[in-house]
């Protein structure tokens, strides 16, 4: 029964096409990065073509997957509302209609008219994704949707996405910066204990055909449920000196702490899920995150992969609280269910004590044996 897997994979494709043709198709890049440019002009209209691309991303999974598990339909949520607004002061809700035309007449409105783009985009989220995937045929894992909900981080990364070159060179198989680490983000949690049991990292950008500089997207996913843990990706071996990986701008505090230990084997990265993606590959052992600033849909789909694998994401505020008290194992891990008290907005939905995603349990003690030896480190 890999239904849902395969369902929520296509989904996962579609919406990397859609982002592939953001960055591909002139009539639609232009839009995108313009809006980096400061054009004061049609300011509020351009700075709104990247969310728009996420909100259409959001609404296509949401679509696709809600026709095939009605059950999940109104249990399928991201940082986006649909409720758009243009240039013209309308407010229009993007959705997927019933046909491409009618699609590509509503985007036309949001988008002030414009009708290249529109149609482009309707194409694409009309365009039918078939997968040959012939490893998903063994999936036998049920996973009741009644009892779940989907986390969704349509594009990942923006900056590097709206700005991000398609030629960095990696440094020791991690792409520091670069379209490489825009990701589209699809993560499932059980609705009562809010654990992570689905995820899916599509890579948009993986590789670029040449003549035509068309892009490959690649997919990875896992899944831990019920006992069963599975996944596209294999346990990555046990490295004997870790690499930590971390945003370029954590805090110097914490930097200073982890490379008094780990020396040159700290590297950084843009995105979240990226760095997340790169403890899941094997290409780093431990990333480390001090402040609140990912959010439930960061982190559920590459959380739930991180579990298939062995691995996990702790809360690091929580887990330095549990550790300082003497607790070593079982540290509490990210949940996904539950809004945080007192916030508004997206900060509702923010993993506001920071993070630590690894494979094995034997890094992540050694990165709280570290944080928790140095008092103001976090
Ligand atoms: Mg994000």
């Not at 985007?107 to 290249?116: I, S």
């Not at 290409?283 to 991180?306: M, N, Q, R």
């Amino acid at each position: 029964m890999a239904a849902l897997l395969k369902s929520l994979l296509a989904a996962s494709e579609k919406a990397a096409r859609i982002a592939q043709l953001c960055r591909q198709e002139e009539a639609l890049f232009s839009l995108l990065i313009e809006e980096k440019r400061g054009v004061d002009k049609n300011k509020k209209f351009l700075q709104d073509f990247k969310t728009l691309a996420d909100v259409l991303i959001q609404e296509v999974i949401k679509h696709d997957v809600g026709k095939e598990f009605p059950e999940l339909q109104d249990h399928i949520r991201g940082e986006e509302s649909n409720k758009f607004e243009n240039g013209l002061g309308e407010t229009v809700v993007v959705q997927v209609c019933p046909t491409q035309e009618g699609t590509a007449a509503l985007l036309q409105r949001v988008l002030d008219r414009k009708q290249t783009p529109a149609e482009l985009l309707a194409a694409a989220v009309h365009q039918e994704v078939v997968l040959s995937d012939p490893s998903l045929e063994d999936v036998a894992v049920v996973i009741p949707p009644e009892n779940m909900a989907v986390w969704i981080d349509p594009i990942d990364s923006t900056n590097q996405y709206i700005r991000g070159r398609g030629n960095i060179q990696p440094v020791g198989g991690i792409y520091p910066s670069g379209l490489r680490s825009a990701l589209v983000l699809i993560g499932v949690y059980d609705r009562r204990s809010g654990e992570p049991v689905l995820g899916i990292i599509n890579e948009p950008f993986f590789q670029e055909e040449l003549p035509m500089h068309r892009w490959q997207s690649k997919y990875h996913w896992g899944i831990s449920y019920g006992g069963t843990n599975l996944s596209s990706l294999s346990r990555p071996p046990l490295q004997p000196s870790p690499r930590v990986v971390l945003s370029s701008n954590e805090k110097e505090t914490l930097q200073k702490t982890l490379a008094a230990v780990y020396g040159e084997r700290l590297c950084f990265a843009s995105g979240a899920g990226y760095k997340m993606l790169c403890v899941a590959l094997g290409l780093a052992d431990a990333y480390v995150l001090s402040e609140g600033s990912t959010f439930k849909w960061d982190s559920c789909g590459p959380h739930a992969i991180l579990r298939a694998l062995g691995g996990g994401m702790v809360d690091l505020s929580e887990a330095l609280r549990a550790w300082r008290a003497g607790q070593r194992q079982q540290l509490p891990e990210l949940t996904y269910h539950q809004a945080v008290e007192g916030s508004v907005g997206a900060e509702r939905w923010a993993n506001q004590g920071g993070l630590v995603a690894y494979i094995y349990p034997e890094h992540l003690e050694a990165v709280m044996a570290t944080l928790a030896a140095v008092d103001d480190a976090v």
